[in-house]
């Protein structure tokens, strides 16, 4: 069962976590009246349960249903037992650093109040409870966290993450001759980001195109060319400066030019991207033709000058 499907802003939902048996889980927590309080130590197990449930996968905490071997058997009233400003304030109060989007809202009907607390999976844990330690869900307990766990979660949560986004400027400049292009020209421009919780430093990203294609003036990328690998060129360029969290960077710009002699190669060509940092290697693949476009539309080769077919006439 699949409960981020509920809103649990009906009855029905509710009564269906009873029907279909739903139980105790590593990511769901069920607490009946009888241990629900505004005390102290109530609280407290509240910033243990929450915390707990941010460190591992997320979650959902009932409060007000009664439960028999780990099942929902019944629907409890909490009014007057519990508040949401209360239990707001526990939770912001006493877990550290502060997770992002909980939510926390209760459901009234006849005879009936269900609080509901929504855990999202953090990415900015591990969490620390009231006392100071960590805790993790173990299905359907809670347990608490050894030192080399601790630091495994900040390990996992604190690594940039880059991916490539894509090419800009894509839009080519045409040269023509009687009536058709002779060739044109495309200075597409390479853009990654940093998705991850932390500065990237050192990278490089290592590009392969045509070798026809290349135009081998544009000392901007041929600056860094490497190596020929069959038909195709290869360049690799090193970071200049560190990528931020969410920043995008223009990691380089090409310069190609097509024409008929070239056409096949750039209908049936790809660029090959390779983007290597601290946390390993991704790969991306750009179809030259669908990219690389005139006017919004695809190149077609009939567009160009066959300048074999072209008859001069002698005086």
């Not at 197990?45 to 929450?50: G, P, Q």
């Not at 239990?87 to 109060?93: D, H, S, V």
């Not at 009234?108 to 900015?124: H, L, T, Y």
Request: no cysteine; hydrophobic share 40%; charged share 25%.
């Amino acid at each position: 069962m699949v409960l981020d499907k509920f809103l649990f802003d009906n009855i029905s939902d509710f009564e269906k976590l009873i029907s279909l048996k739903v139980e105790k889980s590593v990511s769901l927590e069920f607490l009946e009246k009888s241990k629900v309080s505004e005390t102290q130590s109530f609280g407290q197990k509240i910033s243990i349960l929450v915390s707990s449930m941010a460190n591992t996968v997320g979650g959902i905490v009932f409060l007000g249903l009664k439960t028999s071997k780990k099942r929902v058997v019944s629907l409890e009233n909490l009014e007057n037992v519990i508040t949401l400003d209360w239990l707001n304030y526990i939770i912001q109060q006493n877990i550290s650093p502060d997770i992002e989007n909980v939510d926390v809202k209760e459901f009234v009907a006849e005879n009936v109040k269900i609080i509901i607390i929504k855990i999202p999976k953090s990415k900015q844990a591990p969490h620390i409870a009231f006392d100071s330690r960590f805790y993790a869900r173990n299905n359907s307990n809670t347990i608490l966290l050894q030192e080399h766990e601790i630091r495994n979660l900040y390990t996992k949560n604190s690594n940039p993450e880059l991916e490539f986004v894509g090419i800009t400027n894509t839009n080519g400049t045409p040269t023509n001759k009687l009536g058709k292009i002779d060739f044109i020209t495309f200075y597409p421009k390479f853009l990654i980001r940093n998705i991850g919780e932390k500065i990237e430093r050192v990278f490089k990203i290592e590009l392969s195109m045509p070798t026809s294609l290349h135009d081998s003036n544009y000392f901007a990328l041929q600056n860094y060319f490497t190596r020929f690998d069959e038909d195709m060129i290869v360049f690799t360029i090193n970071s200049r400066n560190p990528i931020f969290q969410n920043e995008i960077y223009t990691i380089a710009e090409a310069k190609l030019t097509v024409n008929i002699d070239n056409f096949y190669d750039f209908e049936t060509g790809f660029i090959n991207i390779k983007l290597f940092y601290s946390k390993g290697v991704r790969s991306s693949k750009i179809n030259l033709v669908n990219s690389l476009v005139y006017n919004g539309q695809k190149l077609s080769i009939e567009q160009f000058v066959n300048n074999d077919k072209q008859i001069f006439i002698a005086n």
